[in-house]
């Protein structure tokens, strides 16, 4: 499950959709489990589980014409190596929390994050659909960010020393 979240977050970084994120990791899945015979071992698994779901990702972008910026293998590197690195024993409380705070958002705050992260429209769209000004979705987007990130520590510190959470 650790390694599920890291990759459902590497395919997001390169896709910036959950249900594409989602597919390319379950076509992965589908890929490992076809070639299961093949590995020399948890490591080659996990290296080559990696390389086929960027490669999934990629593949995806080409079916549907898919309008994203490409990040150079380069920063890929980066980012794999970061995601191997995190501790995601968390992960799961942290997505709890994330899901909780977002509940206690306003209404057009909450409809700020869909439209700019579930629907993947960057700020000048979000700005359009919503009547404002790209600098006010941006600043409206950082408080945002702040808002979430304060609720969500706030929420795993409660977690922490046994009070609730909501």
Request: charged share 30%; glycine share 4%; proline share 2%.
């Amino acid at each position: 499950m650790p390694e599920r979240t890291k990759q459902i977050a590497l395919a997001w970084s390169i896709l910036r959709q959950s249900h594409l994120s989602e597919d390319a990791y379950q076509d992965m899945l589908a890929r490992v489990f076809e070639n299961d015979g093949i590995f020399e071992g948890p490591q080659h698994l996990r290296d080559w589980s990696w390389k086929v779901l960027r490669n999934r990702c990629f593949e995806l972008i080409r079916q549907q014409k898919y309008q994203v910026t490409l990040l150079d293998e380069s920063i890929l590197n980066l980012v794999d190596a970061e995601l191997e690195r995190r501790d995601t024993s968390d992960m799961p409380l942290r997505a709890d929390a994330l899901r909780n705070c977002i509940d206690g958002l306003s209404e057009k705050s909450r409809e700020t994050i869909r439209m700019r992260y579930f629907e993947g429209l960057r700020g000048k769209q979000v700005a359009e659909k919503l009547g404002s000004k790209p600098a006010a979705v941006y600043k409206a987007l950082q408080r945002i960010y702040v808002t979430l990130a304060q609720c969500i520590q706030r929420k795993l510190t409660a977690l922490d020393t046994g009070d609730s959470i909501s």
